[in-house]
């Protein structure tokens, strides 16, 4: 590496300005929830990177602190969205992958299930909101309208495809021979499954959790769709941050955004060794 | 007990055939080499006889036993892959008791029998080490540990060697053949090494295209080819074959080999088993010539190869190709030409058409 110095100059800069441009929004977004009304409101005169007065009223806010700069009180807190969105996306993501694996696992090294592959993805190729509507109905049909449950379901069914996809392709990737060597020792598939195949999967399992637990989180327009009222999602909740009086409560909504967050960052932390280390099946001749 | 009977054993896969009608007997305790170049159902015959594979086709008996819907886990077989085939998430320890432990041998008589694997294959240090790690050759060791730990009867080896480096390829050639001394299991080895296949084995079974050519033990193999590919396949190089035909001259039958010229007459048992005319194809190793001939193959020299121990001389024209080994002190030039001699005992003829050997009348 004996590359010249303005080059080496050029290069940080390049990469930092791309950096710098990708993270302007998170970082606004987490100077702003710790801002006083008085700076992020359109009758703050300047806006600053850093909060002149740091607080934490927007978070109390949140939480159903009503504040005199506001005004306004909210109907209900944070609580139970963050709670409905905790609830839904961890069990739609565990449907999604518990389905979603026994299928992939199945159609990987049985070829069994014909066309499933493909009618998975029929799912997807429609726009969202032709396949929502039918959804609601039925889902108003079965009792499953606002119920962090009827929506775990829905998340289950939505992101399955994605799980099964990103499984296959893992399970196919893993020799047989493994598992041939295992079953030749006298040991039955299911065991051979829970004890070899599962263990083997678990950065392949940990990378595809996190994508569709990512997918479940953010979602807006389902739950949209399907809650009304005790049980709407971050997300939704977010929306309707917002007053007469003052109009979006920016404050507000960047402390939501914050908390949001941090799910998907503790999470891709937890995983990340799993995600850094890759796949290394049965230390195999490549 | 132990012996494997393969009868008339087929398998296809769709419309494609990967072995076509295999007879072959191995005897209790016997260690045989499959041995083929890739494509030549030598791993298909392998996993028919583990249970992996459902024969098309025949039937395979261990003894007396037939196998057919044994599944492959009650057939005492050992198998060890190309690949290892490691459980990668396990220790070294764990490795080696998983077969054990998954048949509930008890849990102190597991961990003598662990121990002592590890021993026998010098794998003692590393016995509580992630098994993730590992060298390539630590890892093929402790395949092998991991399948002969179960004391099989029947003990299957993938080309298991394919993988590591040349020398430690010698070490475990004497290893497995130590380990089948220790156990006396019935050993079936599949190869494209004909190295590992005529030093490990008791007897070699060459195949190609799906079908067993020649069943016999290495040097019988190696001096009597039954066929045009066996006698190419085996000896590196192999053996020289030239296509010919037989004309009779005043000195005798001799073969017209086309542009290496015409071949010192025939031995008197040749003689009897070929006829004037008949097309055949002429065959010697190349280690069995001598350049001190006055009547035979006369050829230029294309290249001297030395490779230290001896000199491969190439010989060819436009329309033969054939080499010589020789001592490494030959004194030979590009481009000259010289004339080879060959003993009559040394000397392979095949029948053209079917590219089988023709046995010499007596």
Same mark, same amino acid.
Not at chain 2, 122 to 138: E, Q
């Given at each position: 590496?004996?590359?010249?110095?303005?080059?080496?100059?050029?290069? +940080?800069?390049?990469?930092?300005?791309?950096?710098?441009?990708?993270?302007?929004?998170?970082?606004?977004?987490?100077?702003?929830?710790?801002?006083?009304?008085?700076?992020?409101?359109?009758?703050?005169?300047?806006?600053?990177?850093?909060?002149?007065?740091?607080?934490?009223?927007?978070?109390?806010?949140?939480?159903?602190?009503?504040?005199?700069?506001?005004?306004?009180?909210?109907?209900?807190?944070?609580?139970?969205?963050?709670?409905?969105?905790?609830?839904?996306?961890?069990?739609?993501?565990?449907?999604?992958?518990?389905?979603?694996?026994?299928?992939?696992?199945?159609?990987?090294?049985?070829?069994?299930?014909?066309?499933?592959?493909?009618?998975?993805?029929?799912?997807?190729?429609?726009?969202?909101?032709?396949?929502?509507?039918?959804?609601?109905?039925?889902?108003?049909?079965?009792?499953?309208?606002?119920?962090? +449950?009827?929506?775990?379901?829905? +998340?289950?069914?939505?992101?399955?495809?994605?799980?099964?996809?990103?499984?296959?392709?893992?399970?196919?990737?893993?020799?047989?021979?493994?598992?041939?060597?295992?079953?030749?020792?006298?040991?039955?598939?299911?065991?051979?499954?829970?004890?070899?195949?599962?263990?083997?999967?678990?950065?392949?399992?940990?990378?595809?959790?996190?994508?569709?637990?990512?997918?479940?989180?953010?979602?807006?327009?389902?739950?949209?769709?399907?809650?009304?009222?005790?049980?709407?999602?971050?997300?939704? +909740?977010?929306?309707?941050?917002?007053?007469?009086?003052?109009?979006?409560?920016?404050?507000?909504?960047?402390?939501?955004?914050?908390?949001?967050?941090?799910?998907?960052?503790?999470?891709?932390?937890?995983?990340?060794?799993?995600?850094?280390?890759?796949?290394?099946?049965?230390?195999?001749?490549? | 007990?132990?012996?494997?009977?393969?009868?008339?054993?087929?398998?296809?896969?769709?419309?494609?055939?990967?072995?076509?009608?295999?007879?072959?007997?191995?005897?209790?305790?016997?260690?045989?080499?499959?041995?083929?170049?890739?494509?030549?159902?030598?791993?298909?015959?392998?996993?028919?006889?583990?249970?992996?594979?459902?024969?098309?086709?025949?039937?395979?008996?261990?003894?007396?036993?037939?196998?057919?819907?044994?599944?492959?886990?009650?057939?005492?077989?050992?198998?060890?892959?190309?690949?290892?085939?490691?459980?990668?998430?396990?220790?070294?320890?764990?490795?080696?008791?998983?077969?054990?432990?998954?048949?509930?041998?008890?849990?102190?008589?597991?961990?003598?029998?662990?121990?002592?694997?590890?021993?026998?294959?010098?794998?003692?240090?590393?016995?509580?080490?992630?098994?993730?790690?590992?060298?390539?050759?630590?890892?093929?060791?402790?395949?092998?540990?991991?399948?002969?730990?179960?004391?099989?009867?029947?003990?299957?080896?993938?080309?298991?060697?394919?993988?590591?480096?040349?020398?430690?390829?010698?070490?475990?050639?004497?290893?497995?053949?130590?380990?089948?001394?220790?156990?006396?299991?019935?050993?079936?080895?599949?190869?494209?090494?004909?190295?590992?296949?005529?030093?490990?084995?008791?007897?070699?079974?060459?195949?190609?295209?799906?079908?067993?050519?020649?069943?016999?033990?290495?040097?019988?193999?190696?001096?009597?080819?039954?066929?045009?590919?066996?006698?190419?396949?085996?000896?590196?190089?192999?053996?020289?074959?030239?296509?010919?035909?037989?004309?009779?001259?005043?000195?005798?039958?001799?073969?017209?080999?086309?542009?290496?010229?015409?071949?010192?007459?025939?031995?008197?048992?040749?003689?009897?088993?070929?006829?004037?005319?008949?097309?055949?194809?002429?065959?010697?190793?190349?280690?069995?010539?001598?350049?001190?001939?006055?009547?035979?193959?006369?050829?230029?020299?294309?290249?001297?190869?030395?490779?230290?121990?001896?000199?491969?001389?190439?010989?060819?024209?436009?329309?033969?190709?054939?080499?010589?080994?020789?001592?490494?002190?030959?004194?030979?030039?590009?481009?000259?030409?010289?004339?080879?001699?060959?003993?009559?005992?040394?000397?392979?003829?095949?029948?053209?058409?079917?590219?089988?050997?023709?046995?010499?009348?007596?």
């Amino acid at each position: 590496m004996n590359r010249s110095l303005p080059f080496e100059i050029f290069r +940080y800069a390049a990469i930092l300005s791309l950096v710098a441009l990708s993270l302007v929004p998170t970082l606004w977004m987490a100077s702003m929830a710790f801002k006083p009304i008085a700076e992020w409101s359109a009758t703050g005169a300047d806006l600053t990177w850093w909060p002149k007065s740091p607080t934490l009223d927007n978070f109390r806010f949140l939480f159903g602190e009503s504040s005199s700069e506001l005004i306004v009180a909210l109907d209900r807190t944070a609580g139970q969205p963050i709670l409905s969105s905790l609830l839904s996306a961890v069990f739609g993501t565990l449907i999604a992958m518990i389905s979603g694996t026994s299928a992939a696992y199945g159609l990987s090294r049985f070829g069994s299930g014909g066309n499933l592959p493909l009618a998975l993805i029929q799912l997807r190729i429609f726009p969202p909101m032709a396949v929502m509507i039918p959804v609601m109905i039925m889902w108003a049909f079965l009792g499953l309208i606002d119920t962090w +449950y009827g929506l775990a379901l829905v +998340y289950g069914i939505v992101t399955m495809p994605f799980a099964f996809w990103l499984m296959k392709t893992f399970f196919d990737d893993m020799p047989r021979e493994i598992e041939d060597a295992a079953l030749v020792e006298g040991c039955s598939r299911l065991r051979v499954f829970w004890k070899i195949t599962l263990p083997m999967m678990r950065p392949a399992l940990a990378s595809s959790a996190l994508f569709v637990f990512i997918l479940n989180w953010s979602d807006y327009l389902i739950a949209l769709l399907l809650t009304t009222r005790d049980w709407v999602t971050i997300p939704v +909740y977010m929306a309707s941050l917002s007053s007469s009086m003052t109009g979006q409560l920016y404050g507000a909504k960047a402390a939501l955004g914050l908390i949001a967050a941090i799910p998907p960052v503790i999470l891709g932390i937890a995983i990340q060794k799993h995600l850094v280390r890759g796949l290394t099946f049965g230390a195999l001749k490549q | 007990m132990t012996a494997i009977h393969l009868e008339n054993l087929s398998k296809s896969f769709g419309a494609f055939t990967a072995l076509k009608g295999m007879n072959l007997d191995i005897a209790d305790g016997e260690f045989v080499a499959l041995l083929g170049p890739s494509g030549c159902g030598k791993s298909t015959t392998m996993n028919m006889i583990s249970g992996l594979l459902e024969p098309s086709e025949g039937s395979i008996r261990f003894g007396e036993r037939d196998m057919r819907g044994v599944p492959m886990g009650r057939r005492g077989v050992g198998f060890v892959f190309q690949n290892y085939a490691i459980f990668t998430h396990m220790s070294v320890y764990d490795n080696l008791a998983y077969g054990l432990k998954a048949t509930g041998v008890a849990k102190a008589e597991r961990d003598r029998r662990v121990k002592d694997m590890a021993e026998f294959l010098h794998l003692t240090p590393m016995l509580n080490k992630p098994s993730a790690g590992l060298s390539v050759n630590i890892l093929q060791r402790l395949a092998i540990g991991r399948s002969a730990i179960m004391e099989p009867a029947i003990f299957l080896l993938d080309e298991p060697l394919s993988n590591v480096d040349a020398a430690f390829r010698a070490v475990m050639r004497t290893e497995l053949k130590h380990l089948q001394r220790q156990f006396r299991q019935t050993m079936v080895y599949v190869t494209h090494d004909q190295l590992e296949a005529m030093t490990m084995a008791d007897r070699i079974a060459v195949m190609d295209h799906g079908k067993l050519l020649q069943v016999g033990t290495p040097i019988d193999v190696y001096n009597n080819p039954s066929n045009v590919f066996v006698a190419g396949f085996l000896g590196s190089p192999g053996m020289n074959l030239l296509k010919g035909m037989i004309v009779r001259t005043d000195l005798g039958m001799r073969a017209d080999l086309g542009d290496a010229g015409l071949s010192a007459p025939l031995s008197s048992a040749q003689e009897k088993s070929v006829s004037d005319g008949q097309a055949i194809v002429y065959g010697f190793r190349p280690e069995h010539c001598q350049l001190t001939g006055d009547d035979g193959i006369r050829l230029p020299v294309t290249f001297v190869e030395r490779i230290g121990a001896r000199t491969i001389l190439h010989l060819g024209n436009k329309g033969a190709s054939i080499k010589g080994v020789f001592d490494n002190d030959v004194v030979a030039r590009s481009g000259e030409i010289v004339t080879l001699s060959i003993d009559h005992a040394n000397i392979r003829l095949f029948d053209a058409g079917s590219g089988d050997a023709i046995v010499e009348a007596r």
